[in-house]
């Protein structure tokens, strides 16, 4: 049993994914970019080791992702205070709007479907949005 609900709770994963990345095309920035800054954003200033481990590219890969989200003007670069060797990329105020605008316009598409359900499937889909948040918390700590 175990094995069908992972079975089918992956490919419905994937495939509202794949959805809410249609409308992530009005932001006019590459899903790459998209998901880079969205580590950026969420995760505070990181070093581009640790944003290309999180986004599991190499690092020459997250190096030219980077530079197009600076001459995107969606992040920047910065000397590390505590330690001037390093330094962090951390997102601009317009990567924050456009990241921010984004979220708001997949939430809005997923409403716009969510409101079509009666209050007992919109229950259930509030409780396994809570089910669905613990197993991703297990799954980050190991």
């Known amino acids: 049993m175990q094995r069908d609900v ?15 990345r249609r409308v992530d095309q009005a932001a006019d920035v590459g ?3 998209l998901s880079a800054l ?6 505070g200033p990181v070093t581009l080791g640790s944003l290309a ?5 190499t690092a020459a890969t997250m190096s030219r992702i980077v530079a197009g989200l600076e001459s995107s003007r969606l992040a920047t670069r910065r000397v590390d205070p505590q330690d001037r060797r390093v330094i962090r990329i951390e997102a601009t105020a317009r990567g924050r709007r456009l990241l921010e605008e984004g979220r708001e316009r ?20 509030a409780r396994a949005s809570e089910i669905l948040e613990r197993v991703a918390r297990e799954m980050r700590s190991g």
């Open 6 to 20: 992972a079975d089918r709770l992956h490919s419905a994963a994937i495939h509202l994914l794949r959805r809410l």
């Open 31 to 33: 899903p790459a970019r």
């Open 38 to 43: 969205s580590v950026i954003v969420f995760g």
């Open 53 to 57: 481990e999180a986004e599991q590219v």
């Open 106 to 125: 997949r939430i809005e598409h997923l409403r716009a479907r969510l409101v079509k359900l009666d209050d007992e499937d919109l229950a259930l889909m």
